[in-house]
T-cell receptor, first 118, second 114 residues
Framework: AQKVTQAQTEISVVEKEDVTLDCVYE???????LFWYKQPPSGELVFLIR??????QNEISGRYSWNFQKSTSSFNFTITASQVVDSAVYFC???????????????FGKGTLLTVNP | KAGVTQTPRYLIKTRGQQVTLSCSPI?????VSWYQQTPGQGLQFLFE???????NKGNFPGRFSGRQFSNSRSEMNVSTLELGDSALYLC?????????????FGPGTRLTVL
């Protein structure tokens, strides 16, 4: 069975600090996809990034960067120079399942509440 | 392109009643998934529909059901509501129904059962 663990339940930082959110996953599949979503107080889950299990190249997008390591089953997310608007709950998710759509679903971690204080 | 829309945004019901929630996917998306979010259990998968067929179902009782229409719009129904059904119900759509497809979420329907 697939599982996603976000060990940090809450993180509080001061604006302009860098912050890393941890995600560890478990899966038996060799092909799978990992996602990060952000949920601001409004409630809507906002897609941030998707990574497939064959692509371990780390990515930087503006102030965001992601570190995917298959050897440790981790998919960590870093915000550089955090801002108050980054305050939200961040979810890591794992997608696996058969081809053609059967048994396809997202399994989410419990989320990390990030609070960025001015 | 308009995002995923969900109606209503808020609902208050009493125990024993039933409720229907609606979801309109992003134009061109054919897969719709539903998730329940509660403080205790987090985000849990309810079911997924593609081309009007339920492809996958989470571990929820039969009181939770859904359907998808030919225009890809989806509804979920919860019968005989219980206090524990109070939650944020999120709908997500994706272009197809594969593990590689990104799911885009709507704003959710917050259901309160009294």
């Amino acid at each position: 069975a697939q599982k996603v663990t976000q060990a940090q339940t809450e993180i509080s930082v001061v604006e302009k600090e860098d912050v890393t959110l941890d995600c560890v996953y478990e899966t038996r599949d060799t092909t799978y996809y990992l996602f990060w979503y952000k949920q601001p107080p409004s409630g809507e889950l906002v897609f941030l990034i998707r990574r497939n299990s064959f692509d371990e190249q780390n990515e930087i997008s503006g102030r965001y960067s992601w570190n995917f390591q298959k050897s440790t089953s981790s998919f960590n997310f870093t915000i550089t120079a955090s801002q108050v608007v980054d305050s939200a709950v961040y979810f890591c998710a794992l997608s696996e399942g058969g081809s053609g759509g059967s048994n396809y679903k997202l399994t989410f971690g419990k989320g990390t509440l990030l609070t960025v204080n001015p | 392109k308009a995002g995923v829309t969900q109606t209503p945004r808020y609902l208050i019901k009493t125990r024993g009643q039933q409720v229907t929630l609606s979801c309109s996917p992003i134009s061109g998306h054919r897969s719709v998934s539903w998730y329940q979010q509660t403080p205790g259990q987090g985000l849990q998968f309810l079911f997924e529909y593609f081309s009007e067929t339920q492809r996958n179902k989470g571990n929820f009782p039969g009181r939770f059901s859904g359907r998808q229409f030919s225009n890809s719009r989806s509804e979920m129904n919860v019968s005989t509501l219980e206090l524990g059904d109070s939650a944020l119900y999120l709908c997500a759509s994706s272009r197809l129904a594969g593990r590689a497809d990104t799911q885009y979420f709507g704003p959710g329907t917050r259901l309160t059962v009294l």
